[in-house]
């Protein structure tokens, strides 16, 4: 199994890398709008409450960029997005295909 890249200095505590390569970490617990928190060795600011599960930015991504999470690309950026920020519905184009209709348009 692959290892875990970063090390605690370079990655908040309360922030997961899943496999070497994902450009998004998952939260593992929450991180309240205004507190520091450390990026890959980069000192944000939280813009927004990230709640636990949810992803934010390992790097600057641009628009139309591929998000990385467990090696697999999940969505595309639909504007730039910062270290740091979370990436979710509201910034992402998901890449994954629905398995069967509920009556959605």
């Known amino acids: 199994m692959e290892s875990l890249v970063s090390t605690p200095a370079e990655i908040d505590p309360r922030l997961l890398r899943l496999r070497a390569g994902d450009n ?7 991180i309240p709008r205004g507190t520091e928190f450390v990026v890959d060795g980069r000192t944000v600011i939280a813009d927004d409450d990230v ?21 697999t690309p999940i969505g595309r950026t ?3 997005i910062g270290v740091g920020e979370i990436v979710h519905t509201h910034n992402l184009a998901s890449l994954y295909l629905r398995t069967h209709g509920r009556g959605e348009e």
């Not at 998004?24 to 929450?30: G, K, N, R, S, Y």
């Not at 599960?53 to 990385?68: P, Q, R, S």
């Open 24 to 30: 998004v970490l998952i939260a593992t617990e929450p």
């Open 51 to 71: 709640p636990t599960g949810f992803k934010v930015a390992a790097t600057n991504l641009t628009a139309g960029e591929l998000a990385i999470r467990l090696g």
């Open 78 to 80: 639909t504007r730039d």
